[in-house]
Structures are given as structure tokens and as C-alpha cells.
T-cell receptor, first 115, second 113 residues
Framework: GENVGLHLPTLSVQEGDNSIINCAYS??????FIWYKQESGKGPQFIID?????DKRQGQRVTVLLNKTVKHLSLQIAATQPGDSAVYFC??????????????FGKGITLSVRP | DAGVTQSPTHLIKTRGQQVTLRCSPI?????VSWYQQVLGQGPQFIFQ???????GRGNFPDRFSARQFPNYSSELNVNALLLGDSALYLC????????????FGPGTRLTVL
């Protein structure tokens, strides 16, 4: 399949360790944020989301943290597994003045899990 | 339940040709969005349709057009293809707005020669 992660920054972690993937978003007016995981040859898969009125949200093995002061989003994966190896994208939802809102994706980070 | 489906999976065209890509949303979802993903980059927003009306458009030329049908499926058309249009075209469906979770299909890989 295609290499979605070509030329993207890479985070390498040991299996069983916790992973932290960071994202700086661009617009202070963004009201909704999502993390997606994309494996080779597949479309992005929803992981977890958070709205701007929250600063933390937990899922199964994943936690998203939102710091609106510095426009920073992070994804924490507990006990990282080989199946977590993929490209991870953060996305923000915002609207230009007079326009409908849209989802804007970051550049992506490749997570590589060492056995 | 079936997820978002897209057809075809792969497509090869030559410069100047026209292409139509198809998307069927998750049952019950009324909004479809289209994205272009160039190798090594994140998806770029092209269009959003809700209840058969265009609700959003990204920074793409008029060669790109789309429509949504009464059954909420959608087509993306690209005319006068350029080499730079080679990309993975993704369709995402959601219940209604862009703040509803968008679920992506597997994409259509378009290669323009």
C-alpha cells in the first residue's frame, strides 16, 4: 500500500511504553478537535475528539489534552502496541468569517512501535 | 453496519481527461465531505454537502465540482485533469455538520499521467 507517512516526522517508541503525540493548531477560534489514525492504504480512522470547552478527554487507552492558551493538542496512548503503528493527524474545526466551518488537518506524525 | 464506501479504488487517467468519483455515506448520515490527500500530507478539504446543498468549499479551482443525491450519496468530478491532481481522494460522512464526527472511507487513488 501507499506510504502515507512519507517525509513526515517520526516518533519511535518501545512496545508497552506510553506515547505522546503533539500537535500545534493554527486558529484560536477553532471549536472542535479530532485525532485520526491512518494506516497504509486506508482512510483516516477516528480515534478521539474534544470540544473547546474541555481540556481533557479519555477513551480506551487514549487521552486527548487541549491547551487553548498555547493552541496545543496532544494525544497520549497508554501501553503502546504494534498495532498502533500508523500516521496520526490532528484536525481542527473552524470557520473563516462569513464562511461555513471546515475541518483542517495538520501535517501528521508517524508513530513507529519497536517490538 | 457498512462504513463509508468509495468507488473506484484506483483510477488512472491522462492529462486533460475528466474523472468522477463516488461515495456512499454511512446509513443515517446526511453530510458528505470530500478531501484530497497528496502523498506525505494531511487531507485537504474540498467540499462539504448537507441535504444535497453545498455547505463549504475549500481552496480548489472550479475544475472541481460535486453533488449530493437524494439518497445522500455523492459524486466528485474533476475536469481537465492535471498531473498535480494525482492524489488519494477521501470521502467522509457525518450526521450533519462538521462538528459531528466525520468517518472516512478508504479513498480512491487517482493517478494522472
Amino acid at each position: 500500500g501507499e506510504n502515507v507517512g512519507l517525509h513526515l516526522p517520526t516518533l519511535s517508541v518501545q512496545e508497552g511504553d506510553n506515547s505522546i503525540i503533539n500537535c500545534a493548531y493554527s486558529n484560536s477560534a477553532s471549536d472542535y478537535f479530532i485525532w485520526y489514525k491512518q494506516e497504509s492504504g486506508k482512510g483516516p480512522q477516528f480515534i478521539i475528539d474534544i470540544r473547546s470547552n474541555m481540556d481533557k478527554r479519555q477513551g480506551q487507552r487514549v487521552t486527548v489534552l487541549l491547551n487553548k492558551t498555547v493552541k496545543h493538542l496532544s494525544l497520549q496512548i497508554a501501553a503502546t502496541q504494534p498495532g498502533d503503528s500508523a500516521v496520526y493527524f490532528c484536525a481542527e474545526n473552524w470557520a473563516e468569517t462569513g464562511a461555513n466551518s471546515k475541518l483542517t488537518f495538520g501535517k501528521g506524525i508517524t508513530l513507529s512501535v519497536r517490538p | 453496519d457498512a462504513g463509508v464506501t468509495q468507488s473506484p479504488t484506483h483510477l488512472i487517467k491522462t492529462r486533460g481527461q475528466q474523472v468522477t468519483l463516488r461515495c456512499s455515506p454511512i446509513s443515517g448520515h446526511k453530510s458528505v465531505s470530500w478531501y484530497q490527500q497528496v502523498l506525505g500530507q494531511g487531507p485537504q478539504f474540498i467540499f462539504q454537502y448537507y441535504e444535497k446543498e453545498e455547505r463549504g468549499r475549500g481552496n480548489f479551482p472550479d475544475r472541481f465540482s460535486a453533488r449530493q443525491f437524494p439518497n445522500y450519496s455523492s459524486e466528485l468530478n474533476v475536469n481537465a485533469l492535471l498531473l498535480g491532481d494525482s492524489a488519494l481522494y477521501l470521502c467522509a460522512s457525518s450526521l450533519a455538520t462538521t462538528t459531528d464526527t466525520q468517518y472516512f472511507g478508504p479513498g480512491t487513488r487517482l493517478t494522472v499521467l
